[in-house]
């Protein structure tokens, strides 16, 4: 299993201002990934975060709004730049873990961004 | 791209009564797993289903994989008040480290 912890766990922001949210695992993961969730609405993948490398985005997602850092394979971070109120929404770190066939994926508590 | 849809988006039932969701995905599935997220929670991990007809239980909770591994169901016999929450399936593409596609999940909501 995984233990994930993310900071902050909310925030209320400033139209066109920045956040940085944090992603803690207490062990070494391979694969690690940012999601969106809107209220009410379903997970959507924003982009994988690799280890020494750029992310892979999904579909709809860029770099220049949603930079990723993965430093080293137990810490990203995803930041949400120049906000709008469209961007408010649960941003969830997860990480998969297993081998083979069966691979969980484990999910932070979230964080919940508000912008006015 | 790869599509995940989910039914009922909603179901209210009295405890005591069982509870059926439905996941069909657009494409061949490598494997399909489900998730519960409680109100106000993140989602936690159920099952994984691998293998095409396959079936799981876990006490009152049943997970049935398609023979064409394009569709899943999780049935709860007996809801429980404790079974509230929002149930998602996610279906992998490709074995491995292939990313996941969630459905809209469905809101369970019991009575008691």
């Known amino acids: 299993s995984a233990v994930i912890s993310q900071k902050p766990s909310r925030d209320i922001c400033q139209r066109g201002t920045s956040l940085t949210i944090q992603c803690q695992v207490d062990s070494q993961v391979t694969m690690m990934f940012w999601y969106r969730q809107q209220p009410g609405q379903s997970l959507t993948l924003i982009a994988t975060?690799?280890?020494?490398?750029?992310?892979?985005?999904e579909s709809g997602f860029v770099i220049d709004k949603f930079p990723i850092s993965r430093p080293n394979l137990t810490f990203s971070t995803l930041t949400v730049s120049n906000m709008s109120p469209e961007d408010s929404s649960i941003y969830l770190c997860s990480v998969g873990v297993g081998s083979g066939h069966i691979n969980e994926q484990f999910f932070g508590p979230g964080t919940r961004l508000t912008v006015l | 791209g790869q599509q995940v849809m989910q039914i009922p988006q909603y179901q209210h039932v009295q405890e005591g009564e069982d509870f059926t969701t439905y996941c069909n995905s657009s494409?061949?599935?490598?494997?399909i797993q489900w998730y519960k997220q409680r109100p106000g929670g993140h989602p936690v991990f159920l099952i994984q289903l691998v293998k095409s007809g396959e079936v799981k239980k876990q006490k009152r909770l049943t997970f049935q994989f398609g023979e064409a591994k394009k569709n899943s169901s999780l049935h709860i016999t007996a809801t429980q008040t404790t079974d509230v929450g929002t149930y998602f399936c996610a279906g992998r593409r490709y074995a491995g480290y292939s990313t996941l596609t969630f459905g809209k999940g469905t809101m369970l909501l019991v009575s008691p």
């Open positions: 494409t061949t599935l490598s494997n």
């Open positions: 975060a690799n280890q020494g490398s750029e992310a892979t985005y």
